[in-house]
């Protein structure tokens, strides 16, 4: 039951992280220098207000399912006020090697080949133009600050779109007895809600970023309930149809195309028969016909190789061929929520 003193609580807490993610976005388009247009055609791109009204709605959407008892209003994450100032700096600290990568100053850092250290060429790259790519604890303390500034304090909200579908396929199941997986988990944010959400699950979260999943166990925190694995996406090291749940959010889209295909089929590959697969990724071309060159320009303000290339497909038609069906969709601002089951 939720009171109306927490409904205060989740408006206020929402407007102040959109008021400071976008007051970051704002300072640093002053301090990042203008980009060249694209040289290739971009398609339409909505206004501004028709973006805040849309946020704003996602925020609406989240309460009334809030409201409607289908999981709690999210805990915040954040760290402790004097790490989150840190956070900032250290956002703004990297502004200009990423303005300098953008401009194609600088961009030999994390060079594809041969490197000795077991990752996969694709991986080593400065995604986002961010320094070290995924590869520093640096880069896992500033990832969090810089993609909510890109999604002006709306990604946790996208993520936890998620959150609707899980609750409803859990309805009427015991969560103690079910095992879930994030895939990609990062710095482990959906990871963290949906453990919030359902404390009985036993989940695991897998990346190939140590020092990102190091900040995930920060911000999950010491609990048996979620363990934290380093592994490839195409090759989860779980048995077939082992687990009851497996999500994943905004890693599709950082994978060359075959990588992508096989680690949906990895995760049809693990997922029981009577489970689901949720995945939480950018829109596709055609979703909003109208928004269509937002995912024209995205790619060339930031460094996302193999972005053009997911937007471009359909996330059904790839997920049919790894051996998953749609069961539903919602589109929630710049992201597509995909509930898959196994066919
Ligand atoms: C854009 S981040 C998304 C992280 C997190 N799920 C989120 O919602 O912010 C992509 C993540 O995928 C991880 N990653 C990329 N390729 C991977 C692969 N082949 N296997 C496992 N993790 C991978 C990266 O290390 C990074 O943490």
């Known amino acids: 039951m939720v009171s109306t003193l927490d409904r205060l609580s989740y408006a206020a807490r929402q407007t102040a992280r ?3 993610y976008a007051g970051h976005y704002a300072a640093g388009r002053r301090l990042l220098k203008p980009m060249p247009k694209p040289d290739h055609p971009v398609g339409p791109t909505p206004s501004r207000q028709e973006m805040t009204a849309d946020m704003r709605g996602l925020f609406a959407r989240e309460w009334r399912d809030i409201e409607a008892g289908l999981f709690p209003a999210p805990r915040p994450l954040a760290a402790e006020p004097a790490e989150f100032l840190r956070r900032s700096l250290l956002y703004f600290r990297d502004l200009p090697a990423v303005d300098a990568r953008r401009h ?3 961009d030999d850092e994390l060079p594809p080949g041969q490197q000795g250290d077991g990752l996969p060429d694709y991986y080593r790259q400065n995604f986002h133009f961010q320094s070290d790519g995924w590869l520093s604890e640096d880069s896992a303390a500033l990832y969090d600050t ?3 500034v890109l999604f002006t304090g709306a990604a ?6 998620a959150l609707r579908p899980i609750a409803e396929w859990l309805a009427g199941r015991n969560q103690r007895d079910l095992r879930g997986l994030d895939v990609g988990c990062g710095t ?3 990871l963290a809600f949906v453990h919030e959400a359902w404390p009985g699950l036993r989940l695991s979260g897998l990346d190939l970023s140590a020092p990102y999943l190091g900040e995930a166990r920060r911000v999950i925190g010491r609990t048996a309930r979620v363990k934290l694995i380093e592994g490839a996406a195409e090759a989860l090291p779980f048995a077939d149809k082992s687990l009851d749940l497996v999500f994943s959010s905004f890693l599709l889209h950082e994978l060359p195309p075959d990588v992508r295909l096989a680690a949906l089929r990895e995760m ?4 029981k028969p009577d489970g689901i697969v949720v995945i939480v990724d950018s829109i596709q071309r055609g979703d909003r016909p109208s928004w269509d060159g937002l995912l024209d320009l995205f790619p060339h303000y930031f460094h996302e190789p193999y972005y053009a290339d997911y937007v471009g497909g359909r996330l059904g038609t790839l997920a049919a061929e790894a051996g998953l069906a749609v069961a539903e969709t919602e589109h929630a601002f710049l992201s597509c929520i995909t509930s898959l089951r196994p066919r």
């Open 146 to 148: 810089q993609v909510e």
């Open 18 to 20: 959109v008021a400071w």
């Open 104 to 106: 194609g100053e600088r």
């Open 188 to 190: 482990g944010r959906l």
């Open 268 to 271: 049809a590959r693990v997922v």
């Open 156 to 161: 946790d909200v996208m993520r936890r779109r």
